[in-house]
DNA sequence: TAAAATTTTTAGACTTGTCTAAAAATCAGT
DNA sequence: ACTGATTTTTAGACAAGTCTAAAAATTTTA
C-alpha cells in the first residue's frame, strides 16, 4: 500500500502530465506540493523502486501503467468525495477541496462502490471534470481548448466558448461543427496559428484566437 | 492539531477508562495499540506536554478535561460515521469498525454537523453506544450488565437480558424493576455474588448470574 | 521485609518525509 | 562551443513515531 504521501505527490504528477503530456520536471512538482525540490528528488527514487514512475535522474517523470492507475483511482475518489459533498451534504464547490483531499485517502473498496451508487454512478464531476469508473478507464474527457493541443493531435470538435452569430456561421462555413474531427497538421511560430484538417479532409488555417474559442476532446 | 496518532493514543486512553474508571496502565495502552511499552511511554510524555493527560512516572495516566474533549470529539465522529454507513451504504456491524477508524480523523466541522443532520442528530448508535453532541456531551448512558460494576457503583435498572417471566417475577419480588436505583455494597470473592441496595433501603443477596441479566447505568 | 517477578522508563537506533547548503548536470545566449 | 544561469541531485541533519535491550521502579510473594 502507499502512504499518504506518495498518493499525493502520485496524484500531483497525474495533474501535471494532463495538462502538457510531457515529462514532468523535478521543480513543478516541488511547487504543486509546496514542497523543496530535494524532498521531490527522494520522493521520486522511492516511487520509481516501487515502478509507479519512469524515472531518470535529471530527466524528468512519467506516470507507468501501474502509477497511472494509482492515480486514476485515487482522482475518481476525489471527485466521487466532491460530488458527494455538494449534492448531499450541502457544500458549495469553494469548499469541498480539502475535505475532499482528505477523503480521497480513506482505503475501502466498499465504501467507494456504495458512494458511487448512492451517486447514481455519476459520469462527471459539476466542474466537467470526468470521474474514472472502477476500473480507471475515463468514459468521457474533459474538453479542452483546441488551443492548447500540440501538432498532430486528433480530437473531436464538443463545444464552443463563443456563442455569438458571426462567430458560429464562420465555423459552419469551414466545416467546423460539433461531432467532427479536427487533426492537428502544424502550428506557426510567428503568430500561433494552426493548420488543421477536418474529417480528414478539408485541410484550412485558423487563428490562434478562433482555436481559443473551440472546445474538444481528444481521440 | 493533534496527529492521527495522537488522536488513537487518546481514544484507547479514553476507552480503557471508561471500562474500570481507574487510572490507565502503559501496558494496557500498549496492548490496545499493538505497541510497545517504550513507544507508548514517548507518546505519554507528548501528550503530557500538550496537557492532554495526567501523568506520572509509573503511576498510569488520566485525561485531562481537555484530553476527554478531545477523546470525545473523535468518539463522536466515529459513531456517527458508524450509523452513517450502517443506514446509507449498506454495510454490516462488522464491516464498519475499520472504515469509521480512517474516517473518524478527518478534520472538517461542516462536515460532522451535515452528516449529524444528515442522520437526524442520532443520539446512540445502533449497538446503543451514545453518541456525544457537538459539545462533547453524552446525553444518553451505555447500559451494562451489573455484573460488570464495582463495589459502591451507584446505578439505575434500564432493562434485563432474559425475559422469561419466572425471570422476571423473581425480579419483582425484590423489587427489581426498571428505574430504580441499585448500589453495589459487596462482591463475594468465593462466588462473585452481589450485596445490594434497591433505592437506598432493601439490601438484599443476588447471585451472579442474576446480575448478568440486569441492565443498567452508571449514576 | 527482602528477594523475585513484573512493569515502566531510558538509551540508542531505525524509518519516513522533510529541510538547507553545496555539488553536479543541463540549458540558454552569444 | 563556451560561459553563466538554472535545474536537479547529493549529503547531512532534523522531527515524528517506532523498536530492542538494558536499567530503574514498583509490585508480588514467600
Redo the contacts with the bound molecule.
Keep these: 500500500m502507499n502512504?499518504f504521501?506518495?498518493e499525493n505527490y502520485i496524484k500531483a504528477i497525474y495533474k501535471l502530465n494532463e495538462s502538457d503530456n510531457a515529462s514532468v520536471?523535478?521543480?513543478?512538482i516541488a511547487e504543486q506540493?509546496h514542497?523543496?525540490?530535494?524532498?521531490?528528488?527522494?520522493?521520486?527514487?522511492?516511487l520509481f523502486v516501487k515502478k509507479l514512475i519512469h524515472y531518470q535522474?535529471?530527466?524528468?517523470v512519467t506516470l507507468t501503467v501501474k502509477g497511472e492507475k494509482t492515480a486514476l483511482n485515487i482522482i475518481r475518489k476525489h471527485r466521487l468525495w466532491e460530488m458527494f459533498l455538494v449534492e448531499k451534504f450541502n457544500f458549495k464547490w469553494d469548499e469541498v477541496h480539502d475535505v475532499a483531499e482528505q477523503l480521497e485517502h480513506i482505503q475501502s473498496d466498499k465504501l467507494i462502490e456504495e458512494l458511487d451508487k448512492f451517486l447514481n454512478y455519476p459520469k462527471a464531476d459539476p466542474h466537467g471534470d470526468p470521474i474514472p469508473d472502477a476500473k480507471g478507464k475515463l468514459h468521457i474527457q474533459k474538453s479542452k481548448m483546441l488551443s492548447l493541443l500540440n501538432v498532430n493531435d486528433n480530437c473531436i470538435m464538443t463545444g464552443v466558448v463563443d456563442h455569438s452569430t458571426p462567430f458560429l456561421q464562420y465555423l459552419e462555413r469551414c466545416g467546423l461543427v460539433l461531432g467532427n474531427e479536427i487533426k492537428i497538421k502544424e502550428i506557426l511560430t510567428f503568430d500561433k496559428s494552426l493548420q488543421i484538417t477536418v474529417n480528414k479532409k478539408n485541410s484550412l488555417f485558423i487563428s490562434n484566437d478562433v482555436a481559443k474559442n473551440i472546445l474538444v476532446t481528444l481521440k
Design positions: 502512504s504521501t506518495e520536471t523535478t521543480n513543478a506540493m514542497t523543496k525540490a530535494a524532498s521531490v528528488t527522494d520522493m521520486l527514487k522511492k535522474k535529471y530527466r524528468g
